[in-house]
């Protein structure tokens, strides 16, 4: 279709703030005014304060307007279709803001650009040819290629990928499964349904690869109901895929065999864990399973089976197209490639912010974030979803790396930031914590199940300050339980956030001025 060519995001962010409304709208105007219009619900770029974003293709390149009402639609047209003319919303180029200039993007370097449901577009945008060259190899060197680059898991734990890989190639089996975790159920992230609803081919491209390097012909995409955009977009693009012979039978001319298909969740954090998932998808209420045997060795049905974020296997392509050591160049220690970050709270600028490892976590919240949206001074950061420790200033010239962050008693985990300004109560965050492992907890081992709610009941006394020393040191011991003694990471997790309030912020507890911890 030819024509002015307009571009809506279709991304849940921007349809939240009205961007359906944004697109019916420029719709009408153009049939009003006789414009013939080619519309594309592409997926957000990640700038959610300026969402909607609607972009007009010009002459001189793809020019922004944003955020766009409804009641601007008809300007907007008559502007866009002036070759990209002035209007008070007027971004300009957008790879020209300083938000989307500054970042690398590698995972997300199609994300806003492309048409989601669109196979020839993806092509069109150096998509497959990841695919291409890792067709041309050997399985294990696929496999090395994905080691050598560093890539390292990006749902929480950073286990290195290829090392995971590897295990389930060697793991001899007449059938094995690839399955990407699309739970994303952190507070503050939504990077993976970003990736899908603006990019699902290279997240089916990754699983592919993955699938051929250690011989699995069957992936799952286990995705949370609460994302039904997300889920509509990914299962055109398999259908899609699936019709131009790029899954199924012969990927893509070749003797390889995959295929796919998307599993709705049913909105338990719980199936957030590796085994708690498997035990979803087979059809059971989701539990913690004892390791070991790990996934990789007797997964899905007992079979050896891959376990990866979205982010992971998104970022594969890219790896086996440019080569381990291009992606290895970005970063620090053992922290390489990029990290797609995702700033929210009470943040200036809210988004998605992709760069390499090593940036530090003032940057993020005061330099790219743009410090609070209060414009009171931020107090504390939690990093790694209602699980991560909470960063006090003093912290914030800690670099984003696995290793630092392990090192301040944190967590990366999927790259969420949440910012919080001087009013918090960290008390109630503290609470917040326990309180939500006891609802989300399956049950299944004792410092899950019932340290958490004794969690909560010792918070509750120090807060009302009954017996506030015996409590608190009681609460660090039942801390340290279900830190070393529970099955799985909601339970090991939770007192990450309780003992860094109550470490860095013991003044929320009640504490006297003294014991203060340094600002």
């Known amino acids: 279709m030819s024509g002015l060519r307009i571009f809506v995001p279709g991304d849940a962010a921007a349809v939240a703030v009205g961007a359906d409304a944004v697109a019916d709208a420029i719709r009408i105007a153009a049939e009003r005014s006789g414009i013939q219009l080619d519309m594309v619900r592409n997926g957000s770029r990640g700038l959610h304060w300026l ?68 196979l020839d577009d993806y092509r069109a945008h150096g998509g497959y040819k990841g695919l291409a060259r890792a067709l041309t190899m050997p399985a294990a060197a696929v496999i090395e290629e994905v ?36 739970d994303e159920g952190d507070s503050g992230t939504f990077a993976d349904r970003m990736i899908i609803e603006g990019d699902p081919f290279v997240l089916i491209e990754g699983m592919t690869i993955a699938g051929i390097a250690v011989g699995a012909t069957q ?14 977009v990914l299962t055109d693009a398999i ?25 709705v969740g049913a909105g338990a954090y719980v199936c957030g864990e590796e085994t708690a998932l498997l035990d979803s ?21 007992g079979k050896p089976t891959v376990i990866n974020n ?25 922290s390489r490639g990029t990290m797609p970050i995702q700033l929210a709270g009470n943040i200036r600028y809210p988004g998605l912010y992709e760069t390499a490892f090593g940036v530090t976590l003032g940057e993020l919240v005061e330099d790219i974030g743009g410090g609070t949206a209060t414009g009171r001074p931020a107090r504390a ?17 800690v670099p984003f790396d696995y290793e630092a962050f392990a090192k301040a008693d944190g967590l990366i985990g999927h790259g969420g930031i949440v910012v919080f300004d001087d009013t918090v109560d960290m008390a109630k965050q503290a609470r917040f914590a326990m309180e939500f492992c006891a609802v989300e907890s399956c049950g299944k081992c004792t410092p899950c199940r ?38 799985c990471a909601l339970g090991g997790f939770t007192p990450y956030p309780v003992m860094s309030a109550l470490t860095h912020f013991p003044e929320d507890f009640g504490a006297p001025p003294r014991l203060r911890a340094a600002e």
């Open 450 to 487: 019932i340290g958490s709610t004794r969690g909560v009941e010792v918070i509750d006394r120090i807060i009302a300050d009954r017996d506030r020393a015996a409590n608190t040191a009681l609460l660090e011991d039942l801390c340290h339980t279900m830190k070393f003694g529970s099955l």
């Open 147 to 182: 080691t050598q680059s560093g890539l390292r898991g990006r749902g929480g734990a950073g286990f290195p990928t290829g090392i995971k890989w590897k295990t389930v190639a060697d793991t001899a089996a007449d059938q094995k499964y690839i399955i990407c975790n699309a």
């Open 239 to 263: 259908t899609a895929a699936r019709e131009s012979g790029m899954l199924g039978k012969g990927v893509a001319g070749s003797v390889h065999a995959f295929d796919l298909e998307v599993r």
């Open 281 to 301: 998808l087979e059809g059971k209420r989701g539990m913690v399973r004892a390791k070991p045997p790990l996934p990789a060795h007797r997964g899905l049905f």
């Open 310 to 334: 979205v982010l992971s296997l998104a970022t594969v392509p890219v790896i086996l197209e440019k080569g381990a050591a291009f992606y290895r160049d970005f970063g620090i220690g053992k």
């Open 381 to 397: 950061v939690q990093v790694g979803g209602p699980l991560g420790a909470y960063f006090p200033r003093a912290l914030f010239n």
């Open 51 to 118: 969402e909607p974003m609607v972009e007009a293709a010009t002459t001189k390149g793809r020019i922004a307007y944003g955020p766009v009402s409804a009641a601007d639609a008809a300007d907007i047209l008559k502007a866009a279709a002036a070759d990209g003319g002035a209007h008070q919303r007027r971004l300009g180029s957008p790879e020209e803001l300083p938000f989307l200039k500054k970042q690398t993007r590698l995972t997300f370097a199609r994300c806003g650009i492309v048409d989601p449901r669109s």
């Open 219 to 232: 992936g799952y995409v286990y995705i949370r109901s609460e994302y039904p955009h997300a889920v509509a």
